[in-house]
């Protein structure tokens, strides 16, 4: 079945450091990614996702690349602020079959920046 | 903008109540899904709805069922709530068709005492 393993946490960053939070997967076929952000009190916000291998999903400075070759999509962003503090969630969905509509997340990361 | 809107953000029942958590979502989509979240677990799919009317089981069906008599609407219940299901409750709705993302609501908090 599929599998989608991202980085323990939590982690805990000063401002304007760089973020890397790793995610790997597990999939039959082509999945679409997806990293979706929930800030306190609240449910999740796609942040970005990628629907093919190499591609690049982007938003509010945050990137991720699709790599089929290692099997990951690891979000980054250059210099994090306060703001971004949240749990991080990577999920992946199916492109075809029966089960395309699902959803399988990782059990997420939980981000916190110090000013 | 979608909306997902959910009944309560926070809610405490007794052990053996009938609890409904109740989605709305106002964007014509036509799938719709109960997740519970619980820390170190992530997010596990109770029930999905492809359509009006129709459902299917997700990872963690047992204790719960499900109601979609409307397409913007769908409901869980709890037909008697028990300690263990003490959690954060998030609802999210979905265009058909891939790779449409999922939409969702704020969540709600439920305590069983």
């Known amino acids: 079945g599929n599998s989608v393993t991202q980085m323990e946490g939590p982690v805990t960053l000063s401002e304007e450091a760089f973020l890397t939070i790793n995610c790997t997967y597990t999939?039959?076929?082509?999945?679409?990614l997806f990293w979706y952000v929930q800030y306190p009190g609240e449910g999740l916000q796609l942040l970005l996702k990628?629907?093919?291998?190499?591609d690049k999903g982007s938003n509010k400075g945050f990137e991720a690349t699709y790599r089929k070759e290692t099997t990951s999509f690891h979000l980054e962003k250059g210099s994090v602020q306060v703001s971004d503090s949240a749990v991080y969630f990577c999920?992946?969905?199916?492109?075809?079959?029966?089960?395309?509509?699902?959803?399988?997340f990782g059990k997420g990361t939980l981000l916190t920046v110090n000013p | 903008d979608v909306k997902v809107t959910q009944s309560s953000r926070y809610l405490v029942k007794r052990t053996g109540e009938k609890v409904f958590l109740e989605c709305v979502q106002d964007?014509?989509?036509?799938?719709m899904f109960w997740y519970r979240q619980d820390p170190g677990l992530g997010l596990r799919l109770i029930y999905f709805?492809?359509?009006?009317?129709?459902?299917e089981k997700g990872d963690i069906p047992e204790g719960y069922s499900v109601s979609r008599e409307k397409k913007e609407r769908f409901s869980l219940i709890l037909e008697s709530a028990s300690t263990n299901q003490t959690s954060m409750y998030l609802c999210?709705?979905?265009?058909?068709?891939?790779?449409?993302?999922?939409?969702f609501g704020p969540g709600t908090r439920l305590t069983v005492t």
């Open positions: 709805s492809y359509d009006v009317k129709m459902k």
């Open positions: 964007m014509d989509h036509e799938n």
């Open positions: 990628a629907t093919k291998a190499d």
């Open positions: 999939a039959t076929g082509y999945p679409s």
């Open positions: 999920a992946l969905s199916q492109n075809s079959g029966g089960s395309n509509y699902k959803l399988t």
């Open positions: 999210a709705s979905r265009l058909t068709g891939s790779p449409y993302e999922q939409y």
